[in-house]
C-alpha cells in the first residue's frame, strides 16, 4: 500500500508553466504505475497522464498532449507532472494516485490533490 503527498500547486498566467510533484511511502514504489488525474469544480474527474513502472510508457489525455510531461524517479520514490504552456482550462485540482494492475486509467491510492489556477 501506499500513501502519497503532492505539492507544487498554485497560480499561474496562461501561457506559464508549473511543477507538480508526488512523493510517496513505502519500499514497493517500483511497482506501481502512477497517474494523474484533475477534476474542475462541478466536473467529473478526468484522466491526465499515467507512466509505468520503469517509465518505459507513458499515456496522455488528448487535451494536455505536446504540453505536459510525466516522469518518475523510483530511487526518490516520486512522480512529477511537468506543465507548459498552460491554458485557462487546465484550471482544477490535481490527484496523484498509485496503481497495481498495470493500467493506465485503474489506481488503488491517492493523493490529497493540489489547486492549479491558470488566470486568463
Known amino acids: 500500500q501506499v500513501q502519497l503527498v503532492e505539492s507544487g500547486g ?20 517500483s511497482s506501481y504505475y502512477m497517474g494523474w488525474f484533475r477534476q474542475a469544480p462541478g466536473k467529473e474527474r478526468q484522466f491526465v497522464a499515467g507512466i ?13 498532449k505536446g504540453r505536459f510531461t510525466i516522469s518518475r524517479d523510483n530511487a526518490k520514490n ?3 507532472l511537468q506543465m507548459n504552456s498552460l491554458k485557462p482550462e487546465d484550471t482544477a485540482v ?11 486509467r485503474r489506481y488503488d491510492y491517492w493523493g490529497q490533490g493540489t489547486q492549479v489556477t491558470v488566470s486568463s
Not at 10 to 26: N, P, T
Not at 94 to 100: L, P, T, W
Request: hydrophobic share 30%.
Open 52 to 64: 509505468s513502472r520503469y517509465s518505459g510508457i507513458k499515456d496522455y489525455a488528448d487535451s494536455v
Open 78 to 80: 516520486t512522480v512529477s
Open 94 to 104: 490535481y490527484y496523484c494516485a498509485a496503481g497495481s494492475r498495470g493500467d493506465f
Open 10 to 29: 498554485g497560480l499561474v498566467q496562461a501561457g506559464g508553466s508549473l511543477r507538480l510533484s508526488c512523493a510517496a511511502s513505502g519500499p514497493t514504489f
